[in-house]
Nanobody
Framework: VQLQASGGGLVQTGGSLRLSCVAS????????MGWFRQAPGKEREFVSA????????IYADSVKGRFTISRDNAKNTVYLQMNSLEPEDTAIYYC?????????????????WGQGTLVTVSS
């Protein structure tokens, strides 16, 4: 069981990045997926989640309207499109597979975690 996140990098304020997370098939097609992030010196926080069908999404207030989560079950991949990035978005971003069909805001609702990808937004 593996989750491989990628797409992080250095971007200027106002820029965009798209994160990807590829999962092994057994844990992907029927599972909700989520993105979390952890900034230096801070606790991990919820960013966004999506249901197994992709028809239900939730976002943290801090990213609503700027970030979009999506998934392609044929490719076992979940995406996080991040627009209008701000320095406060700087963090390591982690993807995670939910215990059930829908993602949740709590980290304890997730069974498997990827290794993280670093996003740095310069001012």
């Amino acid at each position: 069981v593996q989750l491989q996140a990628s797409g992080g990098g250095l971007v200027q304020t106002g820029g965009s990045l798209r994160l990807s997370c590829v999962a092994s098939g057994r844990i992907f097609s029927n599972n909700g997926m989520g993105w979390f992030r952890q900034a230096p010196g801070k606790e991990r926080e919820f960013v966004s989640a999506i249901s197994w069908k992709g028809d239900s999404t939730i976002y943290a207030d801090s990213v609503k309207g700027r970030f979009t989560i999506s998934r392609d079950n044929a490719k076992n991949t979940v995406y996080l499109q991040m627009n209008s990035l701000e320095p406060e978005d700087t963090a390591i971003y982690y993807c995670a597979a939910a215990r059930g069909s829908y993602g949740s805001r709590g980290a304890n609702g997730y069974t498997y975690w990827g290794q993280g990808t670093l996003v740095t937004v310069s001012s």
